[in-house]
T-cell receptor, first 109, second 114 residues
Framework: DQQVKQNSPSLSVQEGRISILNCDYTNSMFDYFLWYKKYPAEGPTFLISISSIKDKNEDGRFTVFLNKSAKHLSLHIVPSQPGDSAVYFC????????FGKGTRLSVIA | DAGVTQSPTHLIKTRGQQVTLRCSPI?????VSWYQQVLGQGPQFIFQYYEKEERGRGNFPDRFSARQFPNYSSELNVNALLLGDSALYLC?????????????FGPGTRLTVL
């Protein structure tokens, strides 16, 4: 049973627009969440994280929102750039990390 | 600073063979974790080691084993390879960042079993 779900396998966005990637989780014991970006033939690269005591965390163009009551988090990328095209994984930290299946983001110039 | 390093980059083996994958964590990191990623899935946890002791094991058969050395580097061994073991094997080292633990991944070893 998947504890972390990314229900959109793919997303296409125009360059300069906002990309919103969504993630749902089922285990209310998760208290720390991370987003990773992965290019083909490379390992995942850490992007941004959020603790369950917060509902928002920003780092440059990346913002993660957490809605604990809905067990939902989202990653916003503004503005989207062609170099953002990659697979994005949501993960929950229960040491070890529990990953979703990923969403492939394509940013179209 | 060097990130997590893994060797080899690619490996081709045949069914029934054994394989050893190697990982060096980020300098100063004492915890190493191994993950398996197959196409279309997120990474799946295999093992975690901290200070040379196993701290966690995922749902993988006993054909998978690992160890951590005094310098915190690690090896993952897989015996009696099956076609289904073909995957990207990722190593990660762990650091506490704020109120949580963040794992930093190496480039992975692509294992192909024929």
């Amino acid at each position: 049973d998947q504890q972390v779900k990314q229900n959109s396998p793919s997303l296409s966005v125009q360059e300069g627009r906002i990309s919103i990637l969504n993630c749902d989780y089922t285990n209310s014991m998760f208290d720390y969440f991370l987003w990773y970006k992965k290019y083909p033939a490379e390992g995942p690269t850490f992007l941004i994280s959020i603790s369950s005591i917060k509902d928002k965390n920003e780092d440059g163009r990346f913002t993660v929102f957490l809605n604990k009551s809905a067990k939902h988090l989202s990653l916003h990328i503004v503005p989207s750039q062609p170099g953002d095209s990659a697979v994005y994984f949501c993960a929950a930290s229960d040491m070890p990390l529990v990953f979703g299946k990923g969403t492939r983001l394509s940013v179209i110039a | 600073d060097a990130g997590v390093t893994q060797s080899p980059t690619h490996l081709i083996k045949t069914r029934g063979q054994q394989v050893t994958l190697r990982c060096s964590p980020i300098s100063g990191h004492k915890s190493v974790s191994w993950y398996q990623q197959v196409l279309g899935q997120g990474p799946q946890f295999i093992f975690q080691y901290y200070e040379k002791e196993e701290r966690g094991r995922g749902n993988f058969p006993d054909r998978f084993s690992a160890r951590q050395f005094p310098n915190y580097s690690s090896e993952l061994n897989v015996n009696a390879l099956l076609l289904g073991d073909s995957a990207l094997y990722l190593c990660a080292s762990t650091a506490r960042v704020g109120s949580g633990y963040t794992q930093y991944f190496g480039p992975g070893t692509r294992l192909t079993v024929l």
